[in-house]
């Protein structure tokens, strides 16, 4: 069960033209096919399951993000929530436990399988034992009141949070559990997303600059307290996109996240990024 012929999402594209490129890599020989959806406007989950047609749907976590279509937080949340209506009738709807706005989700209308994954809260797929390892981190799964000793090649709780959703997932299309550590252990982070390096002069900086949201920049800079402790903190930050009359607002909060942390120099890429620059260290 662990060789499969897959067609997927390449790279972060996931916008709503690229739905058809995605199908079209179908054949006859694709086992599975996994392809991330844009949620920037309502009615994109529902727009891309017309013709993806998804049998299992992931939510990883509801952020702060494309708020400048979805005008408020609620509306995003919503636009989210459009995967358990867009799922098959005999489907699966993976959710993030210990994300808080899943709360505000309905589910009464879902007629499948529901799965949960999380690290503090009881779950169906839960890590625990987290620590930090060369270039990833350590944790033991319990699922079903067995223990599995897993490890993914990417810094910060937020990796174990992604690699718990794909492990639920496939899982659930007949994976064990030591092919899933076997292949887990392949995963490679993107470029310019949550990248450690070692800076001047034995400082440590992390590169967090393609596309953040508030939960992305949290986690970043996480990582760079763990990672980089008695250390000099750089962090390289990006502009958080598509937020339209919210942009000031998320930017200004950002900022206030960045001075509450111990970083010791702020880069900040783009011109919006530098409302982050305003709040100082108390």
């Not at 994976?175 to 292949?183: D, H, T």
């Not at 596309?211 to 750089?234: D, P, Y």
Request: glycine share 8%.
């Amino acid at each position: 069960m662990a060789n499969r012929n897959i067609a997927f999402t390449i790279s972060t594209n996931n916008s709503r033209t690229v739905h058809l490129a995605n199908l079209l890599s179908i054949d006859g020989t694709t086992e599975a096919a996994v392809f991330e959806t844009a949620v920037g406007a309502p009615n994109d989950i529902v727009k891309a399951a017309a013709y993806l047609k998804p049998t299992i749907g992931i939510i990883t976590n509801i952020g702060e993000h494309h708020l400048n279509h979805c005008k408020t937080l609620e509306a995003y949340i919503a636009a989210k929530g459009e995967m358990i209506s867009s799922l098959q009738p005999n489907g699966i709807l993976i959710i993030n436990a210990d994300d808080e706005k899943t709360t505000k989700l309905d589910f009464k209308q879902f007629s499948g399988k529901i799965l949960t994954f999380g690290i503090h809260k009881t779950c169906d797929y839960r890590a625990s034992n987290l620590e930090y390892s060369t270039n990833g981190m350590k944790f033991t799964l319990e699922h079903d009141q067995k223990k599995h000793q897993m490890y993914v090649p990417g810094l910060g709780e937020h990796q174990v949070y992604n690699a718990l959703a794909a492990i639920v997932a496939v899982h659930q299309i007949g994976m064990g559990f030591l092919a899933i550590k076997e292949r887990l252990m392949s995963f490679e982070t993107f470029n310019r997303q949550m990248k450690v390096y070692n800076g001047p002069n034995g400082s440590t900086l992390i590169d967090d600059s393609w596309s953040i949201t508030l939960l992305s920049l949290k986690a970043a800079l996480k990582v760079l307290e763990n990672v980089g402790k008695s250390k000099r903190k750089i962090a390289v930050i990006g502009t958080i996109t598509d937020l339209g009359s919210w942009g000031y607002v998320i930017h200004e909060l950002a900022g206030e996240i960045i001075a509450s942390s111990d970083v010791d120099v702020l880069i900040t890429i783009g011109m919006h990024a530098k409302i982050m620059e305003k709040p100082q260290k108390s």
